[in-house]
């Protein structure tokens, strides 16, 4: 039961450093109850979610809620990516950002469950995050109070473990050394090496250890799109497919990559992260694509599907033009099914093929490079000709004209 005397506020709650430090500022300093909401996307075991709740308990909450946000993450987000193989600056497939705008939109709808005054998250001033979220809250929930403890204050990582110590709270501090976001759609690993413009993440920063060194191939089944099954097991759903190819492809080490990228705040922003699965999917699924779609079907999705991915990385989740985006990626994928097979390696990849019954490349129409069925050599003289008439015209006219 909510006090009548306390102020209550919702936050966003990961267990980790920065979240656990809002806790007790917010209670012991800020005299609120604060109700904490984790939003799983992905990223938590049910066992890691029961440590997270009993942490959150013991810091001091009010109450604690864990929504599974995993299906609904990859319906409304991840599977738009996919269908416009997006990747931030060639790089980077939007592991934190698409996944920060779930648990945003989930974090308001707790608050105005709740009939909060305040909603809290804690991300620093120096980050993407933080823009994210409050204009999803003021979106959202307008006139609730957002309370940033660790872009108020200015904290840095040190200031965070000193207070947290002086409160008697019992952490792995060394873990905390490295911010590490872990999603469905990828992890991102932030440290001391990522400060700077140069640096490299040490071998046990990243979550997922190599551990495989020979090399095995894999089927992966899409149907209009989207992943329906891995080495001919179906799935019920993209986002358990998703999971189960990590469990294959992450003890490789592939997908590991430094995002250099721009911050929404307008500063450079350098970040590791480790997407072995969406980096596989992306790269399979655009194969398949450049199989069954046409020319022009493939330019105009390059150029939706990159400013949908610049949009969304700049939380613009909730713009219509995101609506609009979507339905035409959602139309693009009609013939985009069929399997894709990829040979995996340590550290790298490679697709091998595609079978599919809408394959352009199908041989009943001809072989590149070698012989056509659908039309003669005398019909590409005068096509030749046509298709360059009027360049021929403005050169000729040039011509003339120089005298």
Request: glycine share 10%; with cysteine.
């Amino acid at each position: 039961m909510m006090s009548e005397t306390r102020k209550q506020i919702v936050l966003g709650f990961s267990g980790g450093l920065d979240t656990s430090y809002c806790v007790k500022y917010l209670t012991d300093d800020r005299g609120f109850d604060v109700h904490s909401i984790i939003v799983n996307t992905g990223g938590f075991s049910e066992e890691e979610l029961k440590q997270i709740e009993a942490h959150a308990y013991k810091l001091g909450v009010k109450t604690h809620v864990t929504i599974n946000a995993v299906e609904d993450y990859y319906d409304s987000i991840i599977k738009y990516l996919i269908y416009g193989n997006v990747l931030k600056n060639n790089t980077y497939p939007l592991s934190v950002s698409a996944e920060r705008l779930s648990q945003a939109l989930h974090i308001a709808e707790h608050a105005k469950k709740l009939n909060a005054t305040a909603v809290a998250h804690g991300s620093t001033g120096a980050g993407n995050d933080q823009v994210r979220f409050d204009m999803i809250f003021h979106i959202m929930i307008p006139g609730v109070e957002i309370i940033t403890p660790i872009r108020d204050l200015k904290l840095s990582r040190e200031e965070e473990i000193a207070y947290l110590k002086s409160k008697n709270v019992d952490m792995n501090f060394e873990k905390s050394m490295y911010s590490i976001n872990k999603g469905l759609w990828g992890t991102s690993v932030g440290g001391k090496e990522t400060l700077n413009s140069k640096g490299i993440l040490p071998e046990s920063a990243w979550p997922t250890q190599v551990t495989k060194t020979d090399t095995e191939e894999v089927k992966l089944t899409f149907a209009k799109g989207e992943l329906k099954a891995i080495n001919g097991q179906a799935f019920s759903h993209p986002s358990l497919a998703i999971q189960h190819l990590q469990t294959i492809v992450g003890g490789y080490g592939i997908g590991r990559d430094i995002h250099v990228g721009d911050t929404i705040i307008g500063i450079k922003g350098r970040v590791g992260f480790e997407a072995a699965a969406p980096m596989v999917i992306l790269k399979a699924h655009h194969a398949l694509e450049k199989h069954v779609l046409t020319k022009w079907q493939l330019n105009w999705k390059d150029q939706l599907a990159q400013f949908y991915g610049n949009w969304l990385h700049e939380g613009q989740i909730l713009d219509p033009v995101m609506r609009d985006i979507e339905a035409y990626l959602t139309n693009s994928q009609q013939n985009v099914t069929g399997d894709v097979f990829v040979q995996l390696l340590p550290y790298r990849f490679q697709i091998i093929g595609i079978e599919s019954n809408y394959d352009l490349m199908s041989a009943k129409f001809g072989k590149y490079g070698e012989m056509n069925t659908g039309f003669t050599g005398d019909d590409v003289r005068g096509f030749s000709k046509i298709f360059g008439n009027q360049t021929s015209i403005w050169n000729k006219v040039k011509e003339s004209n120089k005298a």
